[in-house]
């Protein structure tokens, strides 16, 4: 039984599921990134709607960012709080790993390029293919980045329009209202779960990807 959050973006999405099967989703999009004010109660919506008590909880997984420093934040204290209240495992798992996860439930023999907004022409970006990782992770500005894709291309994340300016391929896929969810961890979590594959609590942090700007105040 394993609690998911995903709190990265402006989507505040919490899952529950057994043995890598969903039990229950809440989720709600909103440009004022709801997260301090829904998630809590998220997660109790989704434990009444399964049956299942806190104490049946056997670990926890929690979006790991990259994305909104303040949405990390808010999820990754939570996540920690419950799993220190109940003592269970801890499961991180990448924001746009998830977010591939739900990409290749779609579509198959593809190149998932996942990519979320930062300034300018820069992302954070992750490529995948149905079989290899070939970009993990990273700040990428696309003046400077060759892609370099053999097969279709299929787009995810709020900056799938700037990265289709740059790529080059016309027959890339859009998926607009494919949007990160914690529905995109539960195969990853249960992989990690059966592999005993999970964090230490106490060193666990957010991947800010890059240190956060911070606008000087004017004098």
Not at 106 to 123: L, M, P, S, W
Not at 155 to 179: C, M, R, S, Y
Request: proline residues 5%.
């Amino acid at each position: 039984m394993i609690l998911h959050l995903e709190t990265s973006t402006q989507t505040c999405s919490v899952a529950l599921s057994q043995t890598g099967k969903l039990l229950a989703l809440e989720e709600s999009n909103s440009e004022q990134y709801l997260h301090g004010e829904k998630l809590t109660i998220f997660i109790q919506k989704v434990l009444d709607s399964g049956g299942v008590l806190p104490q049946q909880i056997q670990a926890i997984s929690i979006s790991m960012g990259p994305g909104s420093y303040t949405g990390l934040r808010i999820g990754m204290a939570t996540a920690k709080g419950l799993s220190l209240g109940l003592n269970i495992p801890i499961i991180g798992i990448s924001s746009l790993h998830s977010l591939v996860s739900l990409g290749k439930k779609k579509h198959a023999n593809a190149t998932f390029i996942a990519a979320f907004e930062a300034r300018n022409t820069e992302v954070f970006m992750r490529i995948e293919t149905d079989k290899a990782l070939l970009l993990e992770d990273q700040p990428i500005d696309l003046v400077d980045y060759s892609f370099h894709p053999n097969h279709k291309v299929v787009l995810l994340g709020n900056a799938q329009n700037k990265v289709f300016d740059f790529l080059g391929d016309p027959t890339a896929i859009f998926e607009p209202n494919l949007l990160p969810s914690a529905l995109g961890q539960v195969d990853l979590a249960w992989q990690r779960m059966s592999q005993g594959k999970v964090d230490d609590l106490n060193t666990l942090a957010p991947n800010y990807t890059k240190p956060c700007f911070i606008a000087q105040k004017k004098s």
